[in-house]
């Protein structure tokens, strides 16, 4: 992975067409010790009518203003030399988590423990060690009031996916309730005022971490694997020959949680896989 991550694994393909192989799951536990930009989004929102955010259509309307959004957000990072580091934005309760985690450098993760219950319930391997930073990951007041238009809820979606593509930046819905606002970062009325914005519109507040002005400024980038080659073009596949649904695999994004030993889980799923296939020759 471009020598991003420190002691990186060599990755093994996957059987079966897969995003990530254990190897490179494992990996993503390690700090990243040189900013690149990254090779699929943090943020992925939900599917919206079976399709994933990179398959929906917008209107033209809708397209324009995501455009607009997308060009404002990058000249604001190309010029935000004096962004702090993301171990300076995460939440304070969860900050020895992801210390933990970013070690000597950053980590796109936080560490995490498994409770009381887990510990009883689970096998030792399926417990989580790693979750992935989210946007409500950030401190509220760390946000930037950048889009103050209205971006419809898919071309919000987006965006988000498009911003979270550089290591510690995010994208906060500032909607009135439901689904047009991140959780729990409504503006109030007041905010609103103060603003200049109107109760229909949805704006939305960015934040930049030192990590993703210094990956722009290198133009490192982190690139995909032979594995995960091999399986965006098993995806473009399914979807040029009119798939829908779950017949399409997902786009490549981040696993939301990392867990432990992954690389015995995954080469034992491999194995299994492996078995099954022979068995049906």
């Not at 939900?46 to 259509?57: E, F, R």
């Not at 930073?133 to 760390?142: C, N, P, Q, R, V």
């Not at 498009?162 to 970062?185: E, L, N, Q």
Request: proline share 6%; hydrophobic share 35%; with cysteine.
């Amino acid at each position: 992975m471009d020598g991003a991550h420190a002691s990186a694994h060599e990755t093994a393909p996957c059987i079966n067409p897969c995003m990530w192989s254990g190897e490179e799951a494992e990996n993503l536990k390690k700090p990243i010790l040189v900013p690149a930009k990254l090779l699929a989004p943090t943020v992925v929102r939900g599917w919206s009518g079976g399709k994933a955010a990179d398959q929906i259509v917008l209107s033209n309307k809708a397209e324009a203003a995501l455009q607009t959004a997308k060009d404002l957000f990058d000249n604001y990072l190309a010029n935000a030399e004096y962004a702090p580091p993301l171990v300076d934005l995460v939440n304070p309760w969860m900050l020895d988590d992801y210390k933990q985690a970013a070690g000597e450098g950053f980590n796109l993760y936080k560490y995490t423990r498994p409770s009381k219950k887990e510990l009883k319930e689970e096998p030792e391997h399926a417990h989580m060690t790693h979750m992935i930073l989210g946007d409500t990951s950030i401190k509220k007041e760390a946000y930037h009031p950048l889009i103050d238009f209205h971006l419809t809820i898919d071309a919000g979606r987006q965006f988000a996916e498009y911003v979270s593509i550089w290591p510690g930046c995010f994208a906060m819905r500032r909607g009135t309730a439901g689904k047009a606002a991140t959780c729990g970062r409504k503006l109030s009325d007041d905010e609103r005022a103060a603003r200049g914005i109107a109760h229909n519109v949805t704006p939305t507040d960015v934040v930049v971490s030192q990590e993703a002005y210094i990956a722009y400024r290198s133009g490192n980038v982190t690139e995909l694997s032979e594995s995960q080659k091999a399986y965006m073009d098993f995806r473009a596949r399914k979807i040029a020959t009119g798939s829908v649904g779950d017949d399409v695999p997902r786009p490549i994004n981040y696993p939301f949680f990392l867990h432990k030993d992954e690389v015995k889980m995954r080469q034992h799923k491999d194995r299994k896989r492996q078995r099954e296939d022979d068995d049906d020759f």
